[in-house]
């Protein structure tokens, strides 16, 4: 069965420092979404990616972050410059059409110290 | 905005039967899902309904929706030890656009043999 990739499964990085999260969805969705999950709080979105474009996005998903698909099948989230809080765990999700079940890949851990 | 609670935690006996519940607050839901996450692994969608339907089956998993209520339920029939795992409930709303899910707290299921 296809699967959505996250790679890698645990980055760690220096407060500050720029982080790239990378995501290949599977082949034929069109819909992808970035949540994450901060340690013992809920599962929360960040943002929904279609047409080459941003088409929603919460409050956490501020001027620091931002996503891209650089090619036809990656799909990354860039974090600017990380802060201690941006520690948590982050899930790619994707779907084939706006109201499919999403499809989470394994997740990538940031620590940020 | 929209909120979704589930119970932390969960313990069964092998064979028996589980039932996971879930409120919700918002009256816009459109879909709601049952997502399971194993130790290291991502969340996979183990089933969904819409929210005019009161049950689906599918296989060991009956879900129940309790629309009046906010309430919904994931029963796993002849519960096994590879079921043990956190429960995630999430729903989606009408008035979000696209994907955005709304994730309940995770209920952990052990399953003792």
Not at chain 1, 70 to 76: A, E, I, K, L, W
Not at chain 2, 77 to 91: H, K, L, N, P, R
Request: aromatic residues 12%; contains cysteine; negative net charge.
């Amino acid at each position: 069965e296809p699967e959505v990739t996250q790679t890698p499964s645990h980055q760690v990085t220096q407060m500050g420092q720029e982080v790239i999260l990378r995501c290949v969805p599977i082949s034929n969705h069109l819909y992808f979404y970035w949540y994450r999950q901060i340690l013992g709080q809920k599962v929360e979105f960040l943002v929904s990616f279609y047409n080459n474009e941003i088409s929603e996005k919460s409050e956490i998903f501020d001027d620091q972050f931002s996503v891209e698909r650089p090619d036809g099948s990656n799909f990354t989230l860039k974090i600017r410059s990380t802060k201690l809080e941006d520690s948590a765990m982050y899930f790619c999700a994707s779907g084939g059409t706006e109201y499919s079940p999403l499809h989470f890949g394994n997740g990538t851990r940031l620590t940020v110290t | 905005g929209e909120d979704v609670e589930q119970s932390l935690f969960l313990s069964v006996r092998e064979g028996d039967s589980s039932v996971i519940n879930c409120t919700y607050t918002d009256s816009s839901s459109t879909y709601l899902y049952w997502y399971k996450q194993e130790p290291g692994a991502g969340l996979q969608l183990l089933t969904y309904i819409f929210s005019n339907m009161d049950m689906k089956q599918d296989q060991r998993l009956t879900v129940l929706l309790n629309k009046k209520d906010k309430h919904l339920s994931l029963r796993i029939a002849d519960t096994q030890t590879g079921d043990s795992a956190i429960y995630f409930c999430a729903e989606r709303s009408e008035d979000n656009a696209g994907n955005m899910l709304t994730f309940g707290g995770g209920t952990r299921l052990m399953v003792k043999p």
